[in-house]
């Protein structure tokens, strides 16, 4: 599955809200710097789709506040 996400760094909580089918806007602590919020973007992820890290990978925008994620299907 492919995912269209928006995310919003120095926030005051790790946050994930629908947007559509498949859009979404995540709400991140971190900052984006040494690729923490990307790390801390697909533990987020992880835990609100209830998978593993390992099936969660940036496929575009690893700089971008717009990002395309491909969820594995197992």
Avoid: C, W
Avoid at 37 to 58: G, M
Wanted: aromatic residues 4%; hydrophobic residues 35%.
């Amino acid at each position: 599955m492919i995912i269209n996400i928006r995310v919003r760094t120095n926030q005051n909580e790790n946050r994930v809200v629908r947007n559509g089918d498949l859009s979404y806007a995540v709400d991140l602590k971190s900052l984006p710097e040494n690729n923490k919020a990307n790390i801390e973007l697909i533990n987020t992820l992880s835990k609100y789709f209830k998978i593993s890290v390992r099936e969660i990978r940036i496929k575009r925008g690893l700089t971008s506040k717009n990002k395309i994620i491909e969820i594995k299907n197992n």
